[in-house]
């Protein structure tokens, strides 16, 4: 089915004859550089050719307006639309009937690595709204799939996922929002923090408590933003990831029908988790295209820079920690993809596979970054150049999707409980 997807997904987009599908990638290194630094390496021509349409879009649609998105906290909902044309809104929703894609995870990690490689920020929430679309893919019915699929895969209407809380972040299962049902409606009532495209996005995918206190007591509801009793909290100011928007969702006796509970009672952390297996490979994926472009950035400064009387990139020290961060953002690239087709293979391991993947990638490219903006000094720290943006929007991600200490926890405990049986 995958492949099947890959194959409408080109046939649809060179029917579309939009110019991302047809330039050259003259802004990358070419492969006399170094084959494994390609970002192309070990894909097929079918996925060389879908990456090749988002980093063109990155180029064309992303690049030019980042820099200022990123200084005046501007939300590229057009922008998004545009890329939700070109089938990047519903990556994995697999029924294409209802506006899907149909493309594995697999290929969603090369489109959102590749997006990154311009605007780290954008791309992150539209990896959450495809978390959110596929959620509702796999675990709504034939009501509510007809309902969303086509709005959210053509990004009419944009999505957020709420499980945190201000007193429940890493300790997700322990949240308080609760949902009384009465007669036909549910009411919610609790507040969720941290909320990308809070008071922006149409609709909020909310975990809420609907019986006891364990994980089996949460259950999932689809909330359109125009519900009675939903209300949202002054806008934050954050480090990075200023081009998207984040709130507090508040709910005071929030009403919604029966109807929109996604899967069944009980069943909303599971989904929370499963939504969440992806969505660490999605943001390991844009930290891949930020530490890719701050890569490029640092090998062009050190060719063009000099200092006590040649270029930086004659010193042996300049040499050594780029051949680092080359040699970590490769494997870095090679956890994620690798967590991503465990994850189309439906593998076991796959929870584990993403939080290795996560932990590891995301660690490893904030400090490419960070080193990247060391090799140009001084200018590094200044908003003229790029580095330091890509520097801020790579931080969050060792916090978001679950922290990296929470990631350390899934692997030891999975290690343990092996250890044990064995």
Not at 45 to 57: P, R
Not at 255 to 279: Q, S, T, Y
């Amino acid at each position: 089915r995958r492949v099947r997807g890959v194959r409408m997904f080109l046939r649809q987009i060179h029917k579309l004859k939009l110019p991302y599908a047809r330039l050259k990638l003259s802004n990358f290194p070419s492969k006399r550089r170094s084959s494994t630094f390609e970002i192309s390496h070990g894909l097929t021509d079918e996925q060389k050719e879908i990456q090749n349409v988002a980093l063109n879009f990155a180029k064309e649609k992303l690049l030019p307006g980042a820099p200022d998105w990123d200084r005046t906290h501007h939300f590229p909902v057009e922008v998004l639309r545009e890329a939700a044309s070109l089938g990047f809104g519903g990556i994995y929703v697999k029924d294409t009937d209802l506006g899907g894609t149909g493309l594995g995870r697999l290929e969603a990690a090369v489109v959102f690595e590749s997006l990154s490689t311009a605007d780290v920020s954008t791309t992150a929430y539209l990896s959450i709204h495809n978390m959110c679309a596929g959620m509702v893919d796999v675990y709504g019915n034939s009501n509510q799939k007809e309902w969303l699929l086509p709005k959210l895969c053509s990004m009419e209407y944009l999505s957020s996922y709420c499980l945190t809380e201000p007193n429940s972040g890493s300790d997700a299962a322990a949240l308080s929002t609760k949902a009384i049902k009465k007669d036909n409606y549910y009411y919610l009532t609790g507040e969720k923090s941290f909320i990308s495209g809070g008071g922006a996005s149409d609709i909020y995918l909310i975990m809420a408590r609907t019986g006891d206190e364990s994980p089996k007591g949460i259950s999932c509801f689809i909330v359109p933003k125009d519900s009675p009793g939903l209300s949202f909290g002054r806008k934050s100011l954050k480090l990075g990831w200023n081009s998207q928007p984040t709130r507090e969702v508040i709910l005071e006796e929030c009403k919604i029908p029966v109807e929109n509970l996604l899967g069944k009672e009980g069943d909303g952390f599971k989904i929370a988790m499963k939504g969440l297996d992806g969505g660490r490979i999605n943001i390991a994926a844009c930290s891949l295209g930020g530490a890719y472009a701050c890569l490029k950035h640092a090998i062009n400064h050190v060719g063009v820079r000099k200092a006590f009387g040649q270029r930086l990139s004659e010193f042996q020290s300049i040499q050594f920690k780029l051949a680092d961060m080359a040699t970590e953002f490769y494997a870095s690239r090679l956890m994620v993809l690798n967590a991503a087709r465990m994850m189309d293979l439906v593998d076991p391991s796959a929870t584990v596979a993403s939080a290795m993947a996560k932990q590891f990638t995301t660690d490893r490219c904030f400090e490419i970054c960070n080193q990247a903006l060391q090799i140009f000094g001084g200018y590094g720290y200044l908003n003229e150049y790029p580095v330091e943006r890509y520097l801020r929007d790579l931080r969050v991600h060792q916090i978001l999707e679950g922290t990296n200490e929470i990631m350390r926890v899934i692997i030891s405990r999975r290690l343990l409980a092996h250890e044990f049986q064995s």
